[in-house]
């Protein structure tokens, strides 16, 4: 029996690579609102490259300083420690001026830090510990740019697909991290291997400035025809005020209080940080499990953790598809459809890190990290999604401060888990406090979550009088102070 499904031109583009018929059975080039899309996937594909190729590269750091687990714990929460500083003020500060400018200036510090890292190296720890939390403090804006640069562009039919293939950037960029340092690295040294991040950092950065656009109003080439489809979904107002740099760098963050503490935004920045903390033990401990504990060379232990991170970014991929379809079709309320995804991606990863604690060998290891990847990876059409669901005026505060404290648990991740392998020496412990961690986060989000939007609750964003030039009024001056 032949399904209903939405003609083909309704469907979001998983691939961007088979663009849908230009009417004449030739192939049309992306839209606008395509690239954006991809080129937001590529930037966190290179931000966590970067980021995460610290790990495997401290194995080899480690072995020439000689310093202690402690000591690797603590340089391990220096990017943390400095991201989780600046997602306010980059988010509200992307909300004013628009996310192209802020994220430029991410990439590039992202690329400049990490071609210093062969620098601090000469000069011990400390040196290194500076110079990742100085990374980190420049790129924290990133995460809430994203959201802001996406509501601007994406209508609400296409978020979870939008939001679906942004997030497989982080996994294809530990992929890169946690499979290619690591053979770089026994090939020509640590030193060099930071130079070819910084490099490849550095290139995509020009990209991003050559194609990149806040919104459809500041972008060259949208067509006139992609604009009245972004005014018809109620994305794009082409009557707005184009945001305007001057007098804003220095204003201080608007945080909607009702909003953050509101107990749908609660359970997302929860949820985010139950993610983060588990999320980020896998990436930041696993190159020291599978040398210390399975016993392998960084370069083969490196083989093994390629295949989650590549199971991670087929799988973000393919449940932003399928959550873009189920929402098309109106299978599925948003609300549910949220739960759905992210109850899923909580409970297997869950069950995956219990298999991790059973593991004798690298081979089940490795099969357990790929089913934790690939279930994780549903999370990116779950409560990430659901960010952009409940505001339309703060997306970049909320993201912003769910950031913070999802950053909170990354950088106290390393150090705690350092203490319990100093005290314990178990690493099952570890992988079961894990799972337990993930079982809370499953049960708090499928039983709170809402993607109700919430703006009604913030009196002032709804007193604030429209802004008809690039100056503000003194309500909206005074409302940006506040």
């Given at each position: 029996?032949?399904?209903?499904?939405?003609?083909?031109?309704?469907?979001?583009?998983?691939?961007?690579?088979?663009?849908?018929?230009?009417?004449?059975?030739?192939?049309?080039?992306?839209?606008a609102?395509?690239?954006?899309?991809?080129?937001?996937?590529?930037?966190?594909?290179?931000?966590?490259?970067?980021?995460?190729?610290?790990?495997?590269?401290?194995?080899?750091i480690?072995?020439?300083?000689?310093?202690?687990?402690?000591?690797?714990?603590?340089?391990?929460?220096?990017?943390?420690?400095?991201?989780?500083?600046?997602?306010?003020?980059?988010?509200s500060?992307?909300?004013?001026?628009?996310?192209?400018?802020?994220?430029?200036?991410?990439?590039?510090?992202?690329?400049?830090?990490?071609?210093?890292?062969?620098?601090a190296?000469?000069?011990?720890?400390?040196?290194?510990?500076?110079?990742?939390?100085l990374?980190?403090?420049?790129?924290?804006?990133?995460?809430?740019?994203?959201?802001?640069?996406?509501?601007?562009?994406?209508?609400?039919?296409?978020?979870?697909?939008?939001?679906?293939?942004?997030?497989?950037?982080?996994?294809?960029?530990?992929?890169?991290?946690?499979?290619l340092?690591?053979?770089?690295?026994?090939?020509?040294g640590?030193r060099?291997?930071?130079?070819?991040?910084?490099?490849l950092?550095?290139?995509?950065?020009?990209?991003?400035?050559?194609?990149?656009a806040?919104?459809?109003?500041?972008?060259?080439?949208?067509?006139?025809?992609?604009?009245?489809?972004?005014?018809?979904?109620?994305?794009?107002d082409?009557?707005?005020?184009?945001?305007?740099t001057?007098?804003?760098?220095f204003?201080?963050p608007?945080?909607?209080?009702?909003?953050?503490?509101?107990?749908?935004?609660?359970?997302?920045?929860?949820?985010?940080?139950?993610?983060?903390?588990?999320?980020?033990?896998?990436?930041?401990?696993?190159?020291?499990?599978?040398?210390?504990?399975?016993?392998?060379?960084?370069?083969?232990?490196?083989?093994?953790?390629?295949?989650?991170?590549?199971?991670?970014?087929?799988?973000?991929?393919?449940?932003?598809?399928?959550?873009?379809?189920?929402?098309?079709?109106?299978?599925?309320?948003?609300?549910?459809?949220?739960?759905?995804?992210?109850?899923?991606?909580?409970?297997?990863?869950?069950?995956?890190?219990l298999?991790?604690?059973m593991?004798?060998?690298?081979?089940?290891?490795?099969?357990?990290?790929?089913l934790?990847?690939?279930l994780?990876?549903?999370?990116?059409?779950?409560?990430?999604?659901?960010?952009?669901?409940?505001?339309?005026?703060?997306?970049?505060?909320?993201a912003?401060?769910?950031?913070?404290?999802?950053?909170?648990?990354?950088?106290?991740?390393?150090?705690?888990?350092?203490?319990?392998?100093?005290?314990?020496?178990?690493?099952?412990?570890?992988?079961?406090?894990?799972?337990?961690?993930?079982?809370?986060g499953?049960?708090?989000?499928?039983t709170?979550?809402?993607?109700?939007?919430?703006?009604?609750?913030?009196?002032?964003?709804?007193?604030?009088?429209?802004?008809?030039?690039?100056?503000?009024?003194?309500?909206?001056?005074?409302?940006a102070?506040?």
């Open positions: 029996r032949v399904l209903d499904l939405p003609q083909a031109s309704q469907w979001p583009n998983p691939v961007g690579l088979v663009a849908r018929s230009s009417g004449r059975g030739s192939m049309r080039s992306l839209s609102k395509e690239w954006q899309v991809y080129l937001l996937a590529f930037a966190r594909c290179a931000l966590q490259a970067a980021r995460l190729a610290v790990a495997p590269l401290l194995v080899f480690q072995a020439e300083m000689g310093f202690d687990t402690y000591t690797k714990g603590r340089i391990l929460s220096a990017f943390p420690a400095g991201y989780l500083l600046t997602q306010v003020v980059g988010g500060l992307s909300d004013r001026i628009g996310g192209k400018p802020v994220m430029t200036i991410s990439l590039w510090s992202t690329a400049l830090c990490t071609l210093l890292i062969p620098v190296g000469r000069y011990g720890p400390t040196a290194l510990w500076f110079v990742l939390f990374e980190g403090l420049l790129q924290g804006p990133t995460f809430p740019t994203n959201a802001v640069i996406l509501g601007k562009w994406v209508p609400a039919r296409e978020r979870s697909w939008a939001n679906a293939m942004t997030e497989a950037g982080s996994p294809l960029g530990g992929l890169i991290a946690m499979g340092s690591p053979l770089v690295c026994t090939t020509i640590w060099s291997t930071c130079l070819v991040f910084g490099a950092v550095a290139f995509f950065t020009v990209i991003w400035q050559t194609k990149a806040s919104s459809p109003g500041t972008c060259p080439y949208v067509t006139q025809e992609e604009k009245n489809d972004l005014v018809r979904d109620g994305v794009y082409p009557n707005a005020p184009i945001p305007k001057r007098g804003q760098l204003a201080l608007r945080l909607p209080l009702a909003v953050m503490l509101a107990p749908s935004a609660m359970v997302v920045m929860s949820s985010h940080a139950i993610y983060n903390f588990g999320r980020y033990f896998l990436y930041f401990w696993m190159p020291s499990y599978f040398n210390e504990a399975l016993g392998l060379s960084p370069h083969i232990g490196g083989f093994y953790l390629v295949l989650p991170e590549l199971c991670g970014a087929v799988f973000t991929a393919i449940g932003g598809t399928m959550a873009g379809r189920l929402a098309q079709q109106g299978q599925w309320e948003p609300t549910p459809l949220r739960k759905l995804f992210s109850g899923v991606g909580f409970l297997g990863a869950g069950l995956a890190m298999m991790l604690a593991a004798q060998g690298p081979l089940f290891a490795s099969f357990a990290l790929c934790e990847g690939s994780n990876a549903m999370h990116g059409s779950g409560f990430k999604a659901n960010y952009q669901d409940l505001t339309e005026s703060h997306r970049g505060a909320l912003g401060v769910g950031n913070t404290v999802a950053t909170l648990a990354s950088t106290v991740g390393p150090i705690l888990i350092a203490g319990m392998l100093e005290t314990y020496h178990s690493w099952t412990m570890n992988f079961g406090f894990i799972a337990l961690c993930f079982f809370v499953a049960a708090s989000y499928t709170f979550a809402d993607t109700k939007i919430l703006d009604h609750i913030d009196d002032r964003s709804h007193k604030s009088p429209p802004v008809m030039s690039g100056d503000l009024t003194d309500d909206r001056k005074e409302m102070t506040f």
